[in-house]
């Protein structure tokens, strides 16, 4: 049997301790099925100041974002996934644009973060991502 997935999440405040304690599982159980060959995962929570910069830096993209991924690679000590950054602020803004709670919108950006680090990228690959993430939703994303 093999290990569970070793996911680091950094919250700094952002998700209340009762919102980790859903979140967690749902993830671990996730990303363990999608991608099992994966040791470790790292995901930060924070702001939107922080996404802007990133976004700028490795996107060449002057504003905001909700979500950035950045695939990992393999290292001695396995396949390390990635790293998935979400501006909790966007999150709750787009949560309430949408009419759906904060832990929807949370995991609908955590799958599409997860299936940008399993190597997919809807802005190149003639929709092949979003087919698989509108198949992936139903089975991860519950109807509030």
């Not at 998935?84 to 950006?109: C, D, F, N, Y």
Request: hydrophobic fraction near 40%; include cysteine.
């Amino acid at each position: 049997m093999t290990a569970p997935i070793e996911i680091e999440v950094q919250n700094n405040g952002h998700l209340s301790d009762e919102q980790l304690r859903i979140l967690e599982p749902w993830l671990q159980e996730m990303v363990g099925a999608l991608a099992r060959d994966a040791q470790t995962l790292a995901v930060r929570l924070t702001g939107d100041e922080e996404l802007h910069k990133l976004n700028r830096e490795f996107r060449n993209v002057d504003r905001t974002t909700d979500i950035l991924s950045f695939p990992g690679r393999e290292t001695p000590e396995g396949r390390h996934l990635g790293d998935i950054v979400i501006s909790i602020p966007t999150v709750r803004l787009q949560a309430a644009e949408r009419g759906h709670q904060l832990l929807r919108e949370l995991k609908i950006l955590l799958l599409h973060g997860v299936i940008h680090c399993l190597g997919y990228d809807h802005e190149s690959d003639a929709g092949e991502m979003d087919r698989l993430e509108a198949a992936l939703r139903p089975v991860w994303i519950a109807d509030d």
